[in-house]
């Protein structure tokens, strides 16, 4: 049964940060690009970053680069998203994903978690 199970969520002020985690199961983790969704309120699910089956790239999108970090733990079956300096905007349900691309293209995943909320105030 293939499960992907995130933590790491809650409430986090302006400019803090937050490490969000992936527990994999089911499936051959190493044989799938890892990626991040998250989803604002009133707004359609958007990619955030994405680490290839070895973890030697990632990808993350414009908003987020150089303040959030996204790794994997082949051994563990774990991937992290690392949040730093966050912003409201980043407020959002966050989800990993098991894909078959070095894409955030959502149709190119097949496997996702029921996702964490992430809720950046003061």
């Known amino acids: 049964q293939v499960q992907l199970v995130e933590s790491g969520g809650g409430l986090v002020q302006p400019g803090g940060s937050l490490r969000l985690s992936c527990a994999a199961s089911g499936f051959i983790f190493q044989h799938y690009v890892m990626g991040w969704f998250r989803q604002a309120p009133g707004k359609e699910r958007e990619g955030v970053a994405y680490?290839?089956?070895?973890?030697?790239?990632?990808y993350s999108i414009g908003s987020v680069r150089g303040r959030f970090t996204i790794s994997r733990d082949n051994a563990e079956n774990m991937v992290y998203l690392q949040m730093k300096t966050v912003k409201p905007e980043d407020t959002a349900v966050y989800y990993c994903?098991?894909?078959?691309?070095?894409?955030?293209?959502?149709?190119?995943?097949?496997?996702w978690g029921q996702g964490t909320q992430v809720t950046v105030s003061s």
């Open positions: 680490v290839t089956r070895n973890g030697a790239e990632s």
């Open positions: 994903a098991a894909g078959s691309d070095n894409s955030l293209q959502e149709v190119r995943y097949s496997y």
